[in-house]
């Protein structure tokens, strides 16, 4: 096989690629050896190597202790809708969801007060180093964690008022726009900035998956006459899920 300018295990991983896509090697099917790849193909152990590592970082295959290396079961991608969507009642739109339709989701969360480190106090508008309110949560579809958020709230904004924890209170889980409004901060805006990485070995605990598998990360911030209220990562593993945007048209 003539390779060309493309490093050979990217071109088998690519020829390998594309017989699962196909279907040739179907889900639970187990990956040729490394062995039958070097004779295939004709190349060296390391290359067989490398491709089968290229696989296996696509989450495209994954490894069995003592077994051998198999095709992964491709789960059919499911929508999480995110911001321009604003429920009646004000509940967030997962939670909209899950009240509107058959849902069986679930979330769990945690709040302490923190120090800004220097990046979420950028994203603030803040000192690094002034109190936060963060609160990380985990979603549940059926049991299966399917997104996880940590947010980040100025204390100078919201300590000392009802909503200073924002799953506890009379506006609990409300809400950014609902509880800031409780206490008459106004949000009039909002960014998300959508990105794409290899998950973190703590985020893929909770989430499944193996080193090496995507993850999207949603940096959302809210703002009320242009300073940031309150500012979140949001991880959602990308061979799982979507992201879907509901933007009303002005």
């Not at 017989?19 to 290359?47: C, F, H, M, N």
């Amino acid at each position: 096989m003539t390779f060309g300018e493309q490093p050979a295990y990217l071109r088998v991983a690519g020829d390998l690629r594309k017989k699962i896509v196909d279907g040739q090697l179907p889900p639970r099917t187990r990956l040729p050896s490394q062995a039958r790849i070097r004779q295939e193909y004709g190349v060296s152990d390391t290359v067989a190597l490398e491709a089968r590592k290229v696989l296996m970082a696509e989450g495209l295959v994954e490894g069995r202790s003592g077994s051998g290396t198999y095709v992964r079961e491709r789960p059919v991608p499911r929508r999480i809708a995110r911001s321009g969507y604003r429920p009646t009642g004000g509940a967030t739109p997962f939670r909209q969801e899950q009240a509107d339709g058959e849902g069986r989701g679930t979330w769990e969360s945690s709040s302490e007060q923190t120090e800004a480190g220097v990046a979420v106090a950028e994203r603030l508008d803040i000192e690094p180093g002034e109190h936060v309110m963060c609160t990380r949560y985990v979603f549940r579809e059926g049991g299966e964690a399917m997104m996880l958020s940590t947010s980040w709230e100025p204390l100078a904004v919201t300590g000392r008022t009802p909503v200073m924890l924002p799953e506890e209170g009379p506006l609990g889980g409300m809400g950014v726009v609902e509880r800031m409004r409780a206490i008459d901060v106004i949000v009039d805006n909002v960014t998300e900035e959508v990105g794409a990485r290899p998950g973190l070995a703590e985020e893929l605990l909770v989430l499944g998956g193996v080193p090496g598998h995507v993850v999207l990360v949603i940096q959302r911030t809210f703002y009320a006459s242009g300073r940031p209220v309150e500012t979140a990562d949001v991880v959602i593993p990308a061979d799982r899920y979507r992201a879907a945007y509901h933007l009303p048209v002005k």
